[in-house]
Structure formats: structure tokens, C-alpha cells
T-cell receptor
Framework: ETGVTQTPRHLVMGMTNKKSLKCEQHLGHNAMYWYKQSAKKPLELMFV???????ENNSVPSRFSPECPNSSHLFLHLHTLQPEDSALYLC??????????????FGDGTRLSIL | GNSVTQMEGPVTLSEEAFLTINCTYT??????LFWYVQYPGEGLQLLLK?????DKGSNKGFEATYRKETTSFHLEKGSVQVSDSAVYFCALIQNSGNTPLVFGKGTRLSVIA
């Protein structure tokens, strides 16, 4: 039990579909993160939320749209994705963003495949 | 900017062999350093950390020492097991300022019986 739950675990979608990834943390943390993990590339930080406000957006294409309705939930809305967006999308949380003494806790990820 | 460089994988070892995975970093100031592990089909888990120079992080038989003079944080284990097969990520974060974790590319370890 990692304390960070991601659903679905696997998602296959066409380029014209709209879907959403969900992340829920049960750790009482204030910060939540989306990462993209592609084969043979470093982990890419996509978005950071602190107390439900977006504090970082790393030049992510607008076809990815995050939403943080409260400090326990984080969504990633997907629309008109490209084949190169196929990857493992990881959610993480920590007590506060950017604190060296507070490790991030990761979910098991959503494996996304774009047809 | 900050960056982390890890040795290229994959690394394949026999059970009970000695493991070293090299990690060097570039950072302004004095970062904290981490090793994360990702088992098949799972997310990343914190394995160990060190927050200042000469600190040694340790967990589950793994160790890494924060070497400021060589800007390194190499991961070692004296005797690996098949269950250690995973991808290992070195990472850093600045101790000052609101900056995110910076990860290396990861090193895949396969341990065979």
C-alpha cells in the first residue's frame, strides 16, 4: 500500500478520444505531481500542485490538462493525443513541494497507449 | 542547471555478486541526494537518501555516501538477490528554494540465480 492510488492502471485510446487519469493520495500531503516516464528517457516532471494551486508547468502541450479539485485528488485530462504520448504516467505526492527532507511518494502509474 | 548522470544499463549480475551503480551530479549549492527504486509494474519508492556531505544513506543492504569532492552518490550492495532486480534512479533536490526533484535516466538491474 503506497498511499497513492492511480486509476486506471492501463489505458488504450485513439488519438481523437478524451480520457482522464485519476490520482488519489491518502497521506495528508499538500503537494501532488504528474510525471511522464518514457522508455530510455529521464523522468519528466509535467505539473506540480501545492494546496490545489498549480505551481509548475514544464512546457507541457495543451492536450494535457491537469486538475486538482482538492489536496487529495489530481486528474490529468487527455484529448487529441499523439502516438509519442504513449508512456507510463506517474503521480506522486509530498508534504510540501521542493522540500529536501520530504520524499515523494509515488503511485504505480497508468500505462497509456495511443493507437 | 541541476543534473544527474547515472551509468548506462542494463546491469546483469549473478546472485550474491557485489553491486555498484555510479551516480554523479551537477548542482548549484548543496543538494540532497536520493536513490529511488522501481520494481516491475510499480511506481518509484524511496530507497535511501543523504542530505549533506559525507552522510551515508542505507536501507535493505544498499548504501550510498554523499561525496562532495567528487560530486558523486554511488549505490552499492555487497550481495544482491534476485528480488533486487529493478530500475534504480539517482535524484537530487536543492536544499534551498522551491525546486523539484531532478532524476537521472535510471539503471536497470537484473539479478540471475
Amino acid at each position: 500500500e503506497t498511499g497513492v492510488t492511480q486509476t486506471p492502471r492501463h489505458l488504450v485510446m485513439g488519438m481523437t478520444n478524451k480520457k482522464s487519469l485519476k490520482c488519489e493520495q491518502h497521506l495528508g500531503h499538500n503537494a501532488m505531481y504528474w510525471y511522464k516516464q518514457s522508455a530510455k528517457k529521464p523522468l519528466e516532471l509535467m505539473f506540480v500542485y501545492s494546496l490545489e494551486e498549480r505551481v509548475e508547468n514544464n512546457s507541457v502541450p495543451s492536450r494535457f490538462s491537469p486538475e486538482c479539485p482538492n489536496s487529495s485528488h489530481l486528474f490529468l485530462h487527455l484529448h487529441t493525443l499523439q502516438p509519442e504520448d504513449s508512456a507510463l504516467y506517474l503521480c506522486a505526492s509530498s508534504q510540501d513541494p521542493g522540500r529536501a527532507d520530504q520524499p515523494q511518494h509515488f503511485g504505480d502509474g497508468t500505462r497509456l497507449s495511443i493507437l | 542547471g541541476n543534473s544527474v548522470t547515472q551509468m548506462e544499463g542494463p546491469v546483469t549480475l549473478s546472485e550474491e555478486a557485489f553491486l555498484t551503480i555510479n551516480c554523479t551530479y551537477t548542482a548549484t549549492g548543496y543538494p540532497s541526494l536520493f536513490w529511488y527504486v522501481q520494481y516491475p509494474g510499480e511506481g518509484l519508492q524511496l530507497l535511501l537518501k543523504a542530505t549533506k556531505a559525507d552522510d551515508k544513506g542505507s536501507n535493505k543492504g544498499f548504501e550510498a555516501t554523499y561525496r562532495k569532492e567528487t560530486t558523486s552518490f554511488h549505490l552499492e550492495k555487497g550481495s544482491v538477490q534476485v528480488s533486487d532486480s529493478a530500475v534504480y534512479f539517482c535524484a537530487l533536490i536543492q536544499n534551498s528554494g522551491n525546486t523539484p526533484l531532478v532524476f537521472g535516466k535510471g539503471t536497470r538491474l537484473s539479478v540471475i540465480a
